[in-house]
Each structure stands twice: as structure tokens, then as C-alpha cells.
């Protein structure tokens, strides 16, 4: 099995960026397709991006297609979540996940591993 742990949240202004890491330990993360999720107060746990064990494919929600982008780095055990232009309706708690398939990535049902999120806040 996988722990992860996500890190790099905070409070910035509308239009700024920040950049989330998560890390891996235990097992290799790249035995495993990486995704984000987040949960805004109120709501339901949300899909954010997803991205393959090679990280040869990815995929976004619509609502952060073009400003959000996910990586990783296997040598490193990292994934990361590049966020830019980003907006108060982006305002949330992050997780990343872990899976074993690129299958069916966009149900949270369907992630194995989770982190304990990080808090982001982007004030208008």
C-alpha cells in the first residue's frame, strides 16, 4: 500500500497560482494512476485531474481544463498540481489519490489511497 501526504495549500488572491505536491511512501507511486480530487464546504468530493502511472496521459474536470495542470515526478515519489488563474470558486480542500487502473478515474469510489488534504483559499 501507499501513504500520502499533500502539502503546498493556502490562502492567495483571484488570478494567482499555487502548486500542490503530494507525497508518496510506501509503495512506488508509479505502480499507481495519481488523482486530485477536491471538496468545497457544502459539497460533494469533486474531480479534479488525473494522471497515469508513466505520466504519459491526463485528464481535467472542465472547470479547470486550461489553468490547472498535473504531473509527477516516479523518481522523486511526487505528484504535483500546478494552479493557475485561479478563481474563489476554486476555494477547497484537496486530496490526491491513488488507483491501480486508468479506469473510471473521475469516481472517488474508485481510488484506493487517499491523503488528508490540503486546504486552498483563493479570496476574491
Known amino acids: 500500500q501507499v501513504q500520502l501526504v499533500e502539502s503546498g495549500g493556502g490562502l492567495v488572491q483571484a488570478g494567482g497560482s499555487l502548486r500542490l505536491s503530494c507525497a508518496a511512501s510506501?509503495?512506488?507511486?508509479?505502480?499507481?494512476?495519481m488523482g486530485w480530487f477536491r471538496r468545497a464546504p457544502g459539497k460533494e468530493r469533486e474531480f479534479v485531474a488525473c494522471?497515469?502511472?508513466?505520466?504519459?496521459?491526463?485528464s481535467y474536470a472542465d472547470s479547470v481544463k486550461g489553468r490547472f495542470t498535473v504531473s509527477r515526478d516516479n523518481t522523486k515519489n511526487m505528484v504535483y498540481l500546478q494552479m493557475n488563474s485561479l478563481k474563489p470558486e476554486d476555494t477547497a480542500a484537496y486530496f490526491c489519490?491513488?488507483?491501480?487502473?486508468?479506469?473510471?478515474?473521475?469516481?472517488?469510489?474508485?481510488?484506493?489511497?487517499w491523503g488528508q488534504g490540503t486546504q486552498v483559499t483563493v479570496s476574491s
Open positions: 494522471i497515469s502511472r508513466s505520466g504519459g496521459m491526463a
Open positions: 510506501g509503495r512506488t507511486v508509479s505502480s499507481y494512476v
Open positions: 489519490a491513488a488507483k491501480s487502473s486508468y479506469t473510471d478515474i473521475r469516481n472517488p469510489e474508485a481510488y484506493d489511497y
